[in-house]
Antibody, heavy 119, light 108 residues
Framework: QVQLVESGGGLVKPGGSLNLSCAAS????????MTWIRQAPGKGLEWVSH????????KYADSVKGRFTISRDNGKDSLYLQMNSLRADDTAVYYC????????????WGQGTLVTVSS | SYVLTQPPSLSVAPGETARITCGGN??????VHWYQQKPGQAPVLVIY???DRPSAIPERFSGSNSGNTATLTISRVEAGAEADYYC???????????FGGGTKLTVL
């Protein structure tokens, strides 16, 4: 069965960095676009970034552009999000999700990893 | 950028029908997807491509999309349907995913 397991979250000071990972299993990872979605405490869902089949195609929300970098390792069935220059408003649960279909829906989600940016 | 508008909350009695709307400019020409999120859990896809349902989702969940409004309909609502529901589209102009603000469904 499809599984996505995020890791790497934690408490970090403003201006600090974190690298999130998402381990995929149960499907051919290289056949799917992948994405990161975040949810601030008590708030709605916010798309952060997505990546194509390789690492040559990436897109970012304006709120993280220039600070976050998405990447993937198809040999390790893993997705990553390098987060630099973190701010308090980056505090959120970060989910990785699989992109499916020509209409680009998110059919599987991980359980999420909490990132807290605070001094 | 493209904006999706959802009512913040909706309350229905058990056994009634819940209709959750998602408004957007000419949303009828886009494919709309819906996610259910229960407290402390990850979102779950309940409707994709306007009206298709993943195999694990009950038939009580259905969707429609026309004009400026997409609708998620939950028939014969049960207590287990109490959750936050989010609509989502792909905005081809910006190459971004867009989510509605979410609707909290309360079963009375």
């Amino acid at each position: 069965q499809v599984q996505l397991v995020e890791s790497g979250g934690g408490l970090v000071k403003p201006g600090g960095s974190l690298n999130l990972s998402c381990a995929a299993s149960g499907f051919t990872f290289s056949d799917y676009y992948m994405t990161w979605i975040r949810q601030a405490p008590g708030k709605g869902l916010e798309w952060v970034s997505h990546i194509g089949y390789g690492s040559d195609y990436t897109k970012y929300a304006d709120s993280v552009k220039g600070r976050f970098t998405i990447s993937r390792d198809n040999g390790k069935d893993s997705l990553y999000l390098q987060m630099n220059s973190l701010r308090a408003d980056d505090t959120a649960v970060y989910y990785c999700a699989r992109v499916s279909g020509s209409s680009l829906y998110l059919d599987y989600w991980g359980q999420g990893t909490l990132v807290t940016v605070s001094s | 950028s493209y904006v999706l508008t959802q009512p913040p909350s909706l309350s229905v009695a058990p056994g009634e029908t819940a209709r959750i709307t998602c408004g957007g400019n000419n949303i009828g020409i886009k494919s709309v997807h819906w996610y259910q999120q229960k407290p402390g859990q990850a979102p779950v896809l309940v409707i994709y491509s306007d009206s298709d349902r993943p195999s694990a989702i009950p038939e009580r969940f259905s969707g429609s999309n026309s004009g400026n409004t997409a609708t998620l309909t939950i028939s014969r609502v049960e207590a287990g349907a109490e959750a936050d529901y989010y609509c989502q589209v792909w905005d081809s102009n910006s190459d971004h995913w867009v989510f509605g603000g979410g609707t909290k469904l309360t079963v009375l």
